[in-house]
């Protein structure tokens, strides 16, 4: 099992351009979650999907950033204008929760993001 | 309000010595309860979970955690601490009866002196 895949690794880029963040979840699980972690806000829940339809976005901090999940093996974070304090790691992880049974989140190696 | 706490922001051992890293929850229904570490650079990784039965569980690496209902805390603890333990931990608490999402606490970062 490859694991949760995030592309790219590292990120640089201007202010005010696009870029956009890809994850590809462990085959099988249906529920896919977006992070971002800060030295300053630590680990902040950004959208979480279950079934590719996105259940929780309120974590998402404004307009510039959306997220989608077009099928179950793909999603993307996209923050458009980006701007220098959205500089941070951005984690992607999926689960595969079952009511009543124990289930857990694994998460991907991460994308570094500077905005310069 | 669900939420979690650690205590601790950062804690320095000596190698060997023992370890406890705090956990206090407040969820409304019974929890499911993980820990998960993070290596620098690196991303998270589960160390335990529980999620019933047993309120003792063995981790990876050597760790292990006490669920306590009456104090709502998920302590992790490991007896001997080597220098490889250096990392951040988080505690997490999710249900058990929805898909909702798992609610992560802020981190310990624990440094580990030779």
């Known amino acids: 099992d490859a694991g949760v895949i995030q592309s790219p690794r590292h990120e640089v880029t201007e202010m005010g351009q696009e870029v956009t963040l890809r994850c590809k979840p462990i085959?099988?699980?249906?529920?896919l979650f977006w992070y971002r972690q800060t030295m300053m806000r630590g680990l902040e829940l950004l959208i979480y999907?279950?079934?590719?339809?996105?259940?929780?976005d309120s974590g998402m901090p404004e307009d510039r950033f959306s997220a989608k999940m077009p099928n179950a093996s793909f999603s993307t974070l996209k923050i458009q204008p980006s701007e220098p304090r959205d500089s941070a790691v951005y984690f992607c992880?999926?689960?595969?929760?079952?009511?009543?049974?124990?289930?857990?989140?694994?998460f991907g190696p991460g994308t570094r993001l500077t905005v310069t | 309000a669900q939420s979690v706490t650690q205590p601790d922001i950062h804690i320095t051992v000596s190698e060997g010595a023992s370890l406890e890293l705090r956990c206090n929850y407040s969820?409304?229904?019974?929890?499911?309860l993980f820990w998960y570490v993070q290596s620098p650079g690196q991303g998270l990784q589960l160390l335990l979970k529980?999620?019933?039965?047993?309120?003792l569980v063995q981790g990876i690496k050597g760790f292990e955690a006490e669920f306590k209902r009456s104090q709502s805390s998920f302590n992790l603890r490991k007896p001997s601490v080597h220098w490889s333990d250096a990392a951040e931990y988080f505690c997490?608490?999710?249900?058990?009866?929805?898909?909702?999402?798992?609610?992560f606490g802020p981190g310990t970062s624990l440094s580990v002196i030779p």
């Open positions: 969820y409304g229904a019974t929890p499911y």
């Open positions: 529980y999620f019933s039965g047993d309120t």
């Open positions: 997490a608490v999710g249900s058990k009866t929805s898909y909702d999402k798992v609610i």
């Open positions: 999907f279950n079934n590719n339809v996105p259940i929780d």
């Open positions: 085959s099988g699980h249906n529920s």
């Open positions: 992880a999926s689960s595969f929760p079952v009511e009543g049974l124990d289930y857990e989140q694994y």
